[in-house]
T-cell receptor
Framework: DAGVTQSPTHLIKTRGQQVTLRCSPKSGHDTVSWYQQALGQGPQFIFQ???????QRGNFPDRFSGHQFPNYSSELNVNALLLGDSALYLCASSLPGRGTGELFFGEGSRLTVL | GEDVEQSLFLSVREGDSSVINCTYT??????LYWYKQEPGAGLQLLTYIFSNMDMKQDQRLTVLLNKKDKHLSLRIADTQTGDSAIYFC???????????FGPGTRLSVLP
């Protein structure tokens, strides 16, 4: 049973560039959430996708956008990168409204902005 | 606010018990979770507790919940070197789908 998979694992960009990160949820899960984890901090909620729509959004600017595909996989896009966007980006999948709704996390994509 | 607070560091001897504490702010939280993160890895769910419970035990892990004080703790019995990691407390609000995480407690287990 494949868990949550993310790609790429590491990438380096320069300020002003754009980046796309990808996520495949755990088998049987239909909801994908994205979190940003800056160095030494806990994960911060970016947004959640369900049925191909953004269901809830955290306190992140519009430079952060996403998409969910019919197969439940998801992308996170960040435009006009800033140095402060350097972080580990975590994707998590879940089954909303069923049981405890716990999040299952991928290994993350580590983004460095120079 | 929505801050979840944790002490940042804890150091224990191998074989001792570890107690990691957390305070949360939202009394409407339905579930509270403990996650573990090893270096360079994602977060792994350790255990959770429903808000109407006071205690939950799962092998070496014991979770205590004090709703009045909004205090959550994780006790690890017989701590091993493999338990060295960062432990995150998280709450899930009743009205939303997002989790709010604390800053994490770095547990160091000394031989």
């Amino acid at each position: 049973d494949a868990g949550v998979t993310q790609s790429p694992t590491h990438l380096i960009k320069t300020r002003g560039q754009q980046v796309t990160l990808r996520c495949s949820p755990k088998s049987g899960h239909d909801t994908v959430s994205w979190y940003q984890q800056a160095l030494g901090q806990g994960p911060q909620f970016i947004f959640q996708y369900y049925e191909e729509e953004e269901r809830q959004r955290g306190n992140f600017p519009d430079r952060f956008s996403g998409h969910q595909f019919p197969n439940y996989s998801s992308e996170l896009n960040v435009n006009a990168l800033l140095l402060g966007d350097s972080a580990l980006y975590l994707c998590a999948s879940s089954l909303p409204g069923r049981g405890t709704g716990e999040l299952f996390f991928g290994e993350g994509s580590r983004l460095t902005v120079l | 606010g929505e801050d979840v607070e944790q002490s940042l560091f804890l150091s224990v001897r191998e074989g001792d018990s570890s107690v990691i504490n957390c305070t949360y702010t939202d009394s409407s939280s339905t579930y509270l979770y403990w996650y573990k993160q090893e270096p360079g890895a994602g977060l792994q769910l350790l255990t959770y507790i429903f808000s109407n419970m006071d205690m939950k035990q799962d092998q070496r892990l014991t979770v205590l919940l004090n709703k009045k004080d909004k205090h959550l703790s994780l006790r690890i019995a017989d701590t091993q070197t493999g338990d060295s990691a960062i432990y995150f407390c998280a709450e899930r609000h009743n009205y939303g789908q997002n989790f709010v995480f604390g800053p994490g407690t770095r547990l160091s287990v000394l031989p």
